[in-house]
């Protein structure tokens, strides 16, 4: 099936680290520009994060909200996406979703940020 | 960053009515290639958020043909004929032309 499914949310607390993942199935992953985006609670859609294809020297692009904090990357070999974030901050808490260039969703991982 | 203003922030309509929805963008969206990277998604309750319109006016698909998008430049609109309950949730405006790429604050469509 094509899918995109999202893991590794959790709690954690402010200054800390977490690392979020994708696994992507039933098509090309190599050939796809991936993106993060997230939603606070009961918020809009906020783009987080987009990482291009090999072809692209799989650059990165991120909101000014996020950059320098968090760190995208992926495994053409295992059809995943990772979301490295740190120092995280209580305005990061929400749900994560990975998409496959904003065309293919997947259910979404939550993170929360709180002491 | 691009900022894209989308309006009405709710609309309440009545199954069967036109709903339309506008997004105003903070500078043109034409990329260097000459297509324009606007899209629309909706979010209903609970789910992800799922892509209905690419590209200013081409159906995704599966997504029926009530859903009409246009627009060029800065000022783009949805248009949903003979709403349907199915099409109840939080509409967003998307622009994949500039980095960072940005979405509206949503539209909420609801029965009145």
């Known amino acids: 099936a094509v899918q995109l499914v999202e893991s590794g949310g959790g709690l954690v607390q402010p200054k800390e680290s977490l690392k979020i993942s994708c696994a992507a199935s039933?098509?090309?992953?190599?050939?796809?520009?991936m993106y993060w985006v997230r939603q606070a609670p009961g918020k809009g859609l906020e783009w987080v994060a987009r990482?291009?294809?090999?072809?692209?020297?799989?650059?990165?692009y991120y909101a000014d909200s996020v950059k320098g904090r968090f760190t995208i990357s992926r495994d053409d070999s295992k059809s995943m996406v990772y979301l490295q974030m740190d120092n995280l901050k209580t305005e990061d808490t929400a749900m994560y979703y990975c998409?496959?260039?904003?065309?293919?969703w997947g259910q979404g991982t939550l993170v929360t940020v709180s002491s | 960053d691009v900022v894209l203003t989308q309006t009405p922030v709710s609309l309440s309509v009545t199954l069967g009515d036109q709903a339309s929805i506008s997004c105003r963008s903070s500078q043109s969206l034409e990329y260097s290639d000459g297509y324009t990277y606007l899209e629309w998604y909706l979010q209903k309750p609970g789910q992800s958020p799922q892509l209905l319109i690419y590209e200013v006016s081409n159906r995704f698909s599966g997504v029926p043909d009530r859903f009409i998008g246009s627009g060029s430049g800065t000022d783009f609109t949805l248009k949903i004929s003979r709403v349907e309950p199915e099409d109840l949730g939080v509409y967003y405006c998307?622009?994949?032309?500039?980095?960072?790429?940005?979405f509206g604050a949503g539209t909420k469509l609801e029965l009145k």
């Open positions: 998307f622009q994949a032309t500039h980095d960072p790429y940005t």
């Open positions: 998409t496959e260039a904003a065309i293919l």
């Open positions: 039933g098509f090309t992953f190599s050939n796809a520009a």
């Open positions: 990482i291009r294809t090999k072809p692209n020297n799989y650059a990165t």
